[in-house]
């Protein structure tokens, strides 16, 4: 991908690799992985089951260690982390969001969004500040004091993008944020999405479905842990396309 100007490198990933071991087997989940992200970039990567997206959305995400290679985010080398480094990082660096929502059900929405903050020297006020300004970027302030269960399925991915955000994350990292929504929801939930990126937030989206990737403005396409097509989505009168995959290889 072409620079923008004034854009710098969020992520940086050289030769990741990652493998796991099945029984007797090794899996290959990720083969030699390079990739650059520049921050206020909005990134959807694709590919079939076992493509290793969700090996490297893991480890994106620093919930997992490569074996070999080196992930910078934000300047940081993580490849040498311990698992309290790595802790400290996702708390300052990325919010996420899953496709599940992953919501506390005894807790209403607006604790649910400053749960991330607790164990922060953040005083309480202006963590509450913060919970209810994050609700408000998300269009859910009146939905506030709604327990999960009081809540549509739209409103709790809402609530769940509102918490990703509320510690002001480098990098928001989306898991099939809509699989669990029906198609209109998730074009609003994509909507959110693209007003987010709009307004400066880098976000990468891990999705299997082409018409939410085109949500995205650049689309990376896994194939048996290698990235082999990486190109930005087209904008035509009916809104963004994925382009065709085989269209442009990607060379590492």
Avoid: W
Wanted: with cysteine; net charge positive; charged share 20%.
């Amino acid at each position: 991908m072409s620079s923008t100007p004034g854009q710098s490198v969020l992520i940086r990933v050289t030769n990741l690799t990652r493998t796991y071991k099945v029984g007797a087997d090794r899996v290959h989940a990720l083969r030699g992985i390079n990739l650059e992200v520049k921050s206020n970039e909005f990134v959807a990567i694709m590919g079939q089951s076992g493509s290793g997206k969700s090996t490297l959305m893991n480890l994106l995400g620093c919930l997992d260690r490569a074996d070999a290679g080196a992930y910078e985010l934000n300047g940081i080398n993580t490849t040498q982390m311990n698992t309290a480094q790595l802790a400290h990082v996702r708390n300052q660096q990325i919010g996420f969001v899953f496709q599940s929502f992953e919501l506390l059900p005894r807790m209403n929405a607006l604790k649910n969004v400053e749960l991330p903050l607790i164990y922060s020297d953040i005083p309480f006020l202006r963590r509450r500040k913060m919970a209810v300004g994050a609700l408000e970027r998300v269009g859910l302030a009146e939905r506030a004091h709604h327990k999960p269960n009081q809540l549509s399925g739209g409103e709790k991915q809402r609530v769940a993008v509102a918490r990703a955000l509320v510690g002001n994350p480098s990098l928001l990292l989306a898991d099939e944020p809509t699989g669990n929504l029906d198609s209109k929801t998730s074009e609003g939930i994509m909507l959110l999405f693209e007003r987010l990126y709009e307004e400066g937030q880098t976000i990468i989206m891990v999705t299997h479905e082409a018409d939410i990737a085109a949500h995205a403005r650049r689309v990376v396409c896994m194939k048996d842990g290698q990235i082999y097509s990486d190109q930005p989505t087209q904008k035509n009168p009916t809104g963004y396309a994925v382009p065709s995959p085989v269209a442009k290889e990607h060379r590492p």
